[in-house]
């Protein structure tokens, strides 16, 4: 998720864990074609993300398993 900018829409394509880190994605709704609007990204790898309705705040440790396309 790092190259994206604060207002891009981006559909998630895959999670790279296949662990605990992506059932915790998946339980916030974080699942492959969903739909995420970038509301800020701190350039350390942090961002809060407008998904299903919600704002979430991502961690660096987070987002970088995130692999997204944007649209």
């Known amino acids: 998720m790092y190259f994206v900018n604060i207002g891009d829409e ?15 994605l998946e339980a916030l709704g974080l699942t ?3 739909k ?18 919600c704002k979430l705040i991502l961690g660096n440790s987070i987002t970088s398993k ?5 649209i």
């Open 10 to 24: 981006a559909i998630i394509k895959y999670i790279k864990d296949s662990g605990i880190a992506k059932q915790k």
């Open 32 to 34: 492959p074609g969903t």
């Open 36 to 53: 995420i609007t970038i509301l800020s990204n701190n350039m350390n790898g942090s961002f809060v993300v407008y998904v299903r309705g």
């Open 66 to 70: 995130i692999i997204v396309k944007v």
